[in-house]
Structures are given as structure tokens and as C-alpha cells.
């Protein structure tokens, strides 16, 4: 059964039309790989009124542009071109906090057993970015579009997150990720030849509120 499986994703990875239904299965809430229990830091600023309804959309442009979406955006790129180490070297590294390290070490586990488990091919455990780069390395289709649709799915997690805690509606949720749409698609296509050196985080706030959440007595997510 697993080589049926194989035989038939190696197959079907051959055309981009094919590679991106994998693209939208892998990122898909479905996925199991519970991201919905986490918000990157994003509940403390919440709770600390910090973020609200109004701030919210500035909140996610700088996590884009300054902060783990830009750094995961460089991970993904650097695992599309490398399947080595050093990528998932680099992004454990880039984890400002204890909780910020466990949610990208835990998902990007998940991610890479649901992989193997999927192809039949051995995925070594890595951090999200890096294990969702390596899974799309075969994959016919442009880096940004890869990059693009991670960062989409990244940016949906984190508003999915604060429609449950804000009162913040679904459908206002989903005009703040159309907003970010052309921002998303300009961070992919700088990412998408990006290298090492490019890697740089100045979401301060982002990174104070992340380590500050694990104080935090009562909550609903785990970062």
C-alpha cells in the first residue's frame, strides 16, 4: 500500500498542476500537524491589548517583512536549494524563546512523519519551515509560488488565532489576509534567492511578547 502510494505522488509531482493540490493539501488546516495550538506570541499581545481588531493588520505586516515570516521564508528557500543540515541548524537557532523553538521543532516533526508516512520515504525530523521546503524541493513550480503559499498559510494560522480570542469576525479575518496578499507575494519573491546572510529579525515586540507568553498563568495557546 505504501509503495502504491509513492509510485503514485512520484507520478503525479511530474506536472505543476498536480504539485500544487500536494501544495495546498501540505498546508492545509487538515494536515495534522496542530498549528491551530499555536499563535507565536501573538495571545500575550492580545491579552496584554497590545494587538487589537485595529492593530492586528500592521501586527502581521511586520511579523512579513521584520520578523518569523521573514526568517521562515529564507528557511523555506534555503531547504528548496539544500538538503543538508544547515538550514535546520539555522532556523533553530533563529528562535528567540523556548516556546517559539518547541512550536517550529514540534510542527516540523509532525510535518515530516505525515510526509513519510505519505511517500514512504524516510523525512528526518527538522523545524516547519525546513521540513515543508525539503517535502517541496521535487516539486515543478517557481521557489515564490512555494514561498507564497507557505507564508499564506503561516499568516491564516495567526488570524485564525485571533478570531478566536479578538472579537474579530471571520470574514473581517479573511479581508486582513487579502490585504496582505500583495505584501505576502513580495516577501516570497525576495526570499526565493535569498541566502544566509539575508537571515534578520528586528520584530522586537513579536519576540518580547513570544517569551513573555510563558509566564503567562492562564491561556489558550501553546506559544
Known amino acids: 500500500m505504501t509503495t ?8 503525479i509531482t511530474n506536472t505543476p498542476e498536480a504539485a500544487r493540490l500536494r501544495l495546498a ?5 487538515a494536515f495534522p500537524v496542530g498549528g491551530f495550538a499555536w499563535s507565536q506570541g501573538l495571545e500575550y499581545a492580545m491579552d496584554q491589548g497590545i494587538v487589537t481588531r485595529a492593530t492586528l493588520p500592521a501586527w502581521l505586516a511586520d511579523w512579513l517583512d ?7 521564508a529564507v528557511m523555506v528557500a534555503l531547504a528548496l536549494r539544500d538538503a543538508g543540515p ?5 532556523a533553530r537557532a533563529a528562535c528567540p524563546s523556548s516556546q517559539r523553538l518547541a512550536e517550529t521543532v514540534e510542527q516540523g516533526t509532525a510535518f515530516a512523519a505525515n510526509i513519510a508516512a505519505l511517500t514512504g520515504d524516510a523525512a528526518a525530523p527538522a523545524t516547519l519551515p525546513v521540513a515543508f521546503g525539503r517535502a517541496c524541493a ?16 503561516q499568516a491564516a494560522a495567526l488570524i485564525s488565532a ?18 496582505l496578499q500583495p505584501a505576502i ?11 544566509r546572510d539575508d537571515l534578520h529579525s528586528a520584530a522586537w515586540g513579536a519576540d518580547i511578547a513570544a517569551m513573555r507568553h510563558e509566564t503567562m498563568t492562564t491561556r489558550i495557546f501553546r506559544s
Open 4 to 11: 502504491g502510494i509513492r509510485t503514485a505522488m512520484t507520478t
Open 25 to 29: 493539501q501540505y498546508l492545509s488546516p
Open 162 to 179: 485571533a478570531v478566536r480570542f479578538l472579537p474579530l469576525g471571520p470574514m473581517q479575518g479573511q479581508a486582513m489576509l487579502i490585504g
Open 185 to 195: 507575494l513580495a516577501c516570497a519573491a525576495r526570499a526565493a534567492t535569498a541566502t
Open 66 to 72: 521584520h520578523g518569523a515570516g521573514w526568517t521562515d
Open 86 to 90: 544547515e538550514p535546520d541548524d539555522l
Open 138 to 153: 521535487d516539486m515543478p513550480l517557481p521557489a515564490p509560488e512555494i514561498i507564497a503559499a507557505f507564508l499564506q498559510a
